[in-house]
């Protein structure tokens, strides 16, 4: 799918051109004239939309970034509309001489035709031109986000970053002073605190043991535990008071964070108690829960082989350091 698109623009270019500066009918019927300039037209519109589907897999459209991607782009936004301005006024031009029983010949003799005709032919040609600048600037790999295969010990993602667009459309006495920059490291904060919430509460004793959890870490899965209900089962969620277990978090930036998330819909209340309240992402089920489950596993999986060889200091160095959260060793 990532090849057919800049080959669809290409194969509509092509067709662009054979039914645009090529095929033009001298003397046919106006119907047929009226059929050929609805493919002039589709054509171009073919190839913006396929150039746009090009353009939702920037990093630039992505974030709501409109104007770097218009000045980027420039003349491509500027020469399209001209292009298909001018293409409409030629055919109108046509269409109207041969509803007139008007000659091919003397259609030249229409005022401003001829005029119209070379305007509308040099600029059809610069418009190619922009289309196949516009596809070599796509493939610049600094205008996507970095793609890596996928890691079954990647964190999942509990709550998602904020574009800059939907971070504007947040009311000022929400939001309050804080930047998009900093409500974004507090997300990405948010998800590591829920990751490590469930691997505490995934672990068993003996994992725990073995990895050297603090009293710390074992207190608060106790209070993490008490939170667990029938509502929590099958959904990710934290409470506003784990807030205050990163540094990061304990903060300003963390309460408006919170404000921001919640305007936004993307947590909701799912429980209130006089001393907390839960917090869930209402489209994550359980996701995160589930990998924490599995790695756990992996950790178990490394107890149990250094059981086996009877040394467990040598298993505990293969467990993956960055799996355990703050205050497990």
């Known amino acids: 799918m990532d090849r057919f698109t800049p080959v669809a623009v290409c194969v509509t270019l092509a067709l662009d051109i054979g039914f645009n500066s090529i095929l033009e009918p001298k003397e046919s019927h106006v119907s047929i004239v009226i059929l050929l300039t609805c493919l002039q037209v ?38 399209s509309p001209l292009h298909m301005a001018l293409l409409l006024a030629v055919r109108g031009y046509r269409i109207e001489a041969l509803a007139k029983d008007t000659p091919w010949v003397l259609t030249w003799d229409l005022n401003g035709f001829l005029a119209l005709y070379v305007v509308h032919k040099l600029v059809t040609v610069l418009f190619y031109f922009v289309c196949y600048q516009t596809l070599l600037g796509l493939g610049d790999p600094d205008l996507y986000f970095e793609r890596t295969a996928p890691d079954a010990d990647s ?16 009311p000022q006495i929400i939001r309050g002073s804080v930047a998009l ?39 608060q899965r106790k209070a993490w535990e008490a939170q667990q209900g029938i509502d929590t089962h099958e959904i990710d969620c934290f409470a506003d008071t784990d807030l205050q ?62 059981q086996a060889k009877g040394g467990a200091q040598s298993g505990r160095s293969g467990a993956p350091p960055a799996q355990a959260a703050p205050g497990w060793r």
């Open 42 to 79: 589709a054509m171009p519109l073919c190839t913006q939309v396929f150039l746009l589907v090009l353009f939702m897999r920037t990093r630039l459209l992505q974030l709501g970034n409109f104007r770097d991607l218009y000045k980027r782009f420039r003349p491509l936004f500027i020469i």
């Open 155 to 170: 964190f999942p993602e509990f709550a998602r970053q904020l574009a800059p667009r939907e971070f504007r459309s947040v």
């Open 181 to 219: 920059e900093a409500v974004n490291e507090a997300v990405e904060e948010l998800n590591r605190l829920v990751v490590e919430k469930y691997q505490l509460l995934a672990a068993e004793p003996r994992e725990l043991q073995f990895l050297r959890a603090s009293e710390e870490a074992l207190e």
């Open 245 to 306: 277990i990163y540094p990061q978090l304990a903060g300003d930036v963390g309460r408006d964070m919170l404000q921001v998330l919640k305007h936004l819909n993307i947590i909701v209340a799912i429980r209130s108690t006089r001393t907390y309240t839960l917090y869930a992402n209402q489209d994550k089920k359980g996701e995160v829960q589930e990998w924490a489950k599995k790695a756990v596993a992996k950790i178990k999986d490394v107890r149990l082989a250094a």
